[in-house]
């Protein structure tokens, strides 16, 4: 089992930046990837970014040059370094972490809001 926690959401405005941050605990040396993903009201839950134990990182093409993913393997941690922040990033925002065996497990989620 793994649990994630996250935190760093928040309002913040149109151009802004936020960072988000996830703590895993649990079974984290069975952990291969981790990323973020998000839902807004009335849409599916999509990926943001993911990373791997090897630092490959892969971005939906909506956030890429705006947000940067970063991970520590020995701390069991991924944060979101969200930049020139727009209207359409508001969202929850859930940490995800996948095992080796290919189990996903998911956090809480944080909101995101990007308004003035």
């Known amino acids: 089992q793994v649990q994630l926690v996250e935190s760093g959401g928040g309002l913040v405005q149109p151009g802004g930046s936020l960072r988000l941050s996830c703590a895993a605990s649990g079974s984290i040396f069975s952990i291969n990837a981790m990323g973020w993903y998000r839902q807004a009201p009335g849409n599916q839950r999509e990926l943001v970014a993911t990373v791997t134990s090897g630092s490959r990182t892969n971005y939906a093409d909506s956030v890429k040059g705006r947000f940067t993913i970063s991970r520590d393997n020995a701390k069991a941690t991924v944060d979101l370094q969200m930049s020139s922040l727009k209207p359409e990033d508001t969202a929850v925002y859930y940490c995800?972490?996948?095992?080796?065996?290919?189990?996903?497990?998911w956090g809480q989620g944080t909101q995101v809001t990007v308004s003035s």
């Open positions: 995800n972490a996948v095992t080796r065996r290919g189990l996903y497990y």
